[in-house]
């Protein structure tokens, strides 16, 4: 009745901002992710015959409410795959800073998925996993498999079609991703909160849709043929075009800091010098940035320099949740 699993974050190359079906978490359109190794989530679940609901705790500290809520979608369908009742238990626990735009739902998501099923003695495929965890948060769907992941939009009305898939296998490329971490508070605004805004209330929001599915073809065309600065510029335009729809809701959604926009800057500069690095952002003020493993001293030194930066934390391409 106890299973443990640890699952790598993730980070998008194409973005996914949208829902086509909020209840069920189902994507306006597909999007196109790096498992990275370094941020992961740890979790163990313990089904327990005494328990009236069921709890968690992250890093050590009890978080009844939304997240506990988030858990239980997940665990319900493991639960129902089972034939199960028992509530249960959920210890999980961060490499990195929880809540913070950092990708520690999508981890936890897919850690959880993975503990439940192996504590109920299910043996489900990492894309059924991915099915149950997309329940939780969205980006988890990325999160079971390693390497280079796309999540489809999907085409059924019940969302099983709606996983992720490898794409490429974690030595077909061995990029780096740098995080420089702006601020490590908690996000006041969430990612669905955020979307349902964009959706319903910012003009640019078609646009954004239209751009999503070129956008996948090319950073699939620049994956297959490992060409950095193709990958690199899909990938900011991605990032640029969610949050010009973010900004331009009502009210305008902005997650980034001053030292958030010292960093792009800082990364364009790197890049007239000659360094193959490219920046993401997702729904938190901190800077991702891709780049050849021969490049990362130089960019990592670069970014630590950038005023309002408090760490560097520097991450492989990931593997497998196990
Ligand atoms: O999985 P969610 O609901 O936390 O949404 C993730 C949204 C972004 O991180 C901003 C983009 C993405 O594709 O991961």
Known sequence: MRGH??????????????????????PARGSLSVTVDALYTETTVIFE????????SVDGRPRPGAATLRASRVLDLIRAAAGASLRARVLSKNSFPYGAGLASSASSMAALSLA????LGLDLSLERLSVIARHGSGSAA??????????????????????GSQLHPPE????????????????DTSSSQGMQETARSSPLYAGWLDSVNPDLEAAQLALAARD????????ERSCLTMHAAMMSARPGLL????????LIHRVRALRAEGLGVYFTIDAGPHVKALCAPKDEAAVRAALEATPGVTRV??????GHAR
């Open 116 to 119: 439940a099923a192996r504590a």
């Open 49 to 56: 015959p005494d328990l009236a609901a069921d709890c968690l």
């Open 172 to 187: 077909h490329w061995p990029l780096r991703v740098l995080v420089a971490l702006v601020d490590a508070g908690e996000k």
């Open 5 to 26: 699993a640890r699952a790598s974050a993730n980070f998008a190359l194409v973005k996914y901002w949208g829902k086509r079906d909020a209840a069920l978490n189902l």
């Open 228 to 235: 950095l600065a193709a990958l690199g510029e899909v990938m």
């Open 142 to 163: 990325r999160s079971l498999h390693g390497g280079y992941v796309l999540w489809r939009e999907g085409t059924r009305a019940d969302g099983e079609d709606a996983h």
């Open 313 to 318: 934390i520097a991450c492989g391409v990931g």
């Open 255 to 262: 997650y980034w800091r001053a030292a958030t926009v010292a």
